[in-house]
Structure formats: structure tokens, C-alpha cells
């Protein structure tokens, strides 16, 4: 029997570079065949897609459906059609969407009933890494367990294959990219417009590449588009949130009011104000929970992660708003919000302690307008604030002073393990050394393991007083030096 590899899900599914080893078209149709099964047994509904939701579909016999979508990468001719045959090998029905961002594969997934949604794209990376997103029939991302469940029946004997006569159907959606367009539209008032804004819109020649310019234009913009040429090998090259530099340059060259960033699966943005200042994730989430905090929609608390910066937790605090931090990753914010688990317990109905939260790099989930981070729809909520505040972004990006903060990478000797070092009793002390230290002086630090790199320590410092940071980074890179490389 083939052997495939024991380890398939990272910290937002499958991810690697494409053709070689984890993204190839035996494996994929294999995962495919997999969650098409567990799906049609049932169990990717209740605990198992961290949804909590049952499908009204208890019979295996029933009609199932999987929802496909992709950015605009090469590969994604490749893995389309093995996904395809491994869910039509399990008698599900394939609904093939095309290129559309992240959120509208989650949107899609739920309001046309499927059983599962399968997003190919490996979000920001470059063309030649590609991957797949499972979410469940909710539209939220399946849970870390069934993702384990998976990984577990890959190199089992389990037949998935259904009799000839109980085969699936594929069959083209087209008209897809306007449901998502309308969705998006109807997140923002319909009594406010975009006229007389200006805006630049990079889309990463990526999933957004039709859809962002078009949701502005209809909402009045002029729109001055970056990035809408995807040939299949340009997705996320220096352009993109990544690399903003063209993006800076053309709000300046047009005189825009702004600048907005997608990535290439359009799940997370940069925004650019008209003085070509770049705002991240927690700048973002600081105007959007003011604006909400203001017109009384902020009916809970703010959700950062670990990386968030250590002055919009002093922010958000002094709106006497409640602010959470979790492990990095927009799946880490989403749980939070919902109530959920790593393994999918909890109920959504107890949910509400948590309206909204956001990555740094640019992920923002927000509680009513989706279930996974959408840059696009976050813009616009940001666009609202501008409108409703009649203030530029520029303005508006000042609502908190960010504390000085620095990142390095360590890197470890290669007989050395990140994850187990970290797990381990040896660098404990210098731990709680440093971190004893870094309370005294009303600061942040962190140092965990590369989510890509076993080989990577990163270590964040932020502080209050900048001029102390280098003094922790020496600290801990003297108290490291034993498993680092010279």
C-alpha cells in the first residue's frame, strides 16, 4: 500500500510547495476521498468542524456536496481536478467555484448546504507553494481534530470508494463571484457611500483580483486598481500585503484618500493612508472597535494574539473594553469568539463575550459579517469609520501610540528542535528570568518556534522604553547560546 506522509496539517491547513511531497495530486485526492467520507458518516458535523452546527443531512445515503474554490496560482489546475476525483469517488457532489477569496469559499460553503469547502491557495506564500483550507458545513475551518482524524485514517486500509452507481457529479457555479460581490456590499450601509473617495486596491494578482475593484466601484469609489494580472506565476510577487512599497507609491502619485492591500486568498489586508503611512492588523482592528464602540456595535470584547502590540491592549483596555490574547493564527481568534475549543467543544449560542479580533499581519474576523478573516469586508468597515467620523485615515490611524517593539530569529543548531526545546525543563529559568524582568518595566516578550521552520526561534520584545530592548534580546540570546548556531 502507498505510504503517504503522517503529518499534513500546519497551523491553517495543508500548505507546501506544490508538486513535491505534501501538495501533490495522489495525496490531495487521498485527504479528498478522506473528508468526503467523514463528511457523509456525519462526522464533520457537531464537535468534529468546530461548529457545533448538525447538518440536516443524517443519512449517509443523502445528497452530499463540497464546495471548491482557488486563488490564481498555477498549481491550482493541478489540485482541482485530483480534489475532485477523490470526492466524487465518495459520491459527493462537486460545486466548482474558481477563483474567489477564502471568505467567499466559507460564505458559499454554508449557504449553498454543502457538507464541506475546500479553499486551494497558500494565502501570501509565492506560486510555487500551494495548499488546501477545509472548512465545515458551517463555513467555519474544520476543528484540529478532525484534522488529526484525518492524518490518522491516511495510511490506513479504509475503503472511501461508493459503488459506480452512487459516483458524485462535478458541475461549474458561475455565477459565484456575484454572490460574493453582494455579500460584501451588503456588510456596508446602504445609506452611506464611497463617492468621492479615491482608493488604490492591490489584489496580489490574486483571488480578489475582479472582485475588490469591482465592490468598490459599485459602492462609488474611483478606483484605481494594482495587481489584476494574474498569469499564474505573479501571485503575491512584490505586490500584495507583503510588499506595499508600489502600493505607498501610487496613493501618493494619485493624491488617493488610501490604500488598500489584499493578500493573495484575499483573508487578510495592509491599508495605506494618504500620507502613505502603512496601518497593520491592530491599527486596523483599533478604528474599526472605536467606530463600533461609538455606534453601539461593539456589544463585547476585542481579541489580539500573543504578537498583538502591547499599546492597543492599553487602548482597547482604556475603553473599558475587555481584550483577550491567544496563540498566533486568525483560527486561534475565531475559536475565541465562538467559545470554541482547539477541538471544536463549545456552543455558539453562549458565544459573545468576543465581537472581534485581529492579527498584526492583517487577518480581522469579525463575529457578524463572516466566519473566517475577509480583508475586503474589513476595508470597508474601516471606509464606514472614515465616512461616518469625516476624519482621513490619517487621522484616524492615531487612536493609540504603538510601544517600541522588536523581532529577531534565532537560529538553532540542527540537531536542535524548536518545539521540543521549548517543551522542555532546560531554558525554563531564563524564562521566568526574563519575563520577571520585562513585568518590572511594563512590557511583552515572546519566544516560540517557527510555525515553518523547526530550525527558528523567534523571540518579540516590546517594550515602553525602546533603549531596553536590546538588553533583553542579549539576555536571551546569552542564555540560548548553548543550542544556537555561532
Known sequence: MKQYPSKLFGTDGIRGTANDTVITPSVITRVAQLAGHLARDGALHGAGSATGQQSQRKNKDDLHRVVIAKDTRLSGYMLEPALTAGFVSVGMDVLLVGPIPTPGLAMLTQSMRADLGVMISASHNLYQDNGIKLFGPDGYKISEAMERRIEELMNSDINTNVPSSKLGRAMRIDDAMGRYIEFVKNSFPKDKSLEGLKIVIDCAHGAAYKIAPTVLRELGAVVIPLAVQPNGLNINDDCGSLHPARLIAAVKQNKADLGIALDGDADRLLMIDEQGAELNGDKILAIIAHHWQTTGKLTGGVVGTVMSNLGLEEYISSLGVDFARVAVGDKNIIQKIRGHDNNGNGNDNDAGDFVIGAEPSGHIVMKNY????????????????MIDDEKPLSELQHLYRSVAEKTINFRLKPEVDGQRLMAGDDIKPLMAEVQNSIEKIRGLFLLRPSGTEKSI?????????GAKINEVVTKMQTGLAP????
Open 370 to 385: 463572516g466566519t473566517t478573516g475577509d480583508g475586503l469586508m474589513a476595508a470597508l468597515q474601516v471606509l464606514y469609520a
Open 457 to 465: 526561534l523567534r523571540l518579540t520584545v516590546q517594550l515602553h522604553d
Open 483 to 486: 543550542y544556537l548556531v555561532t
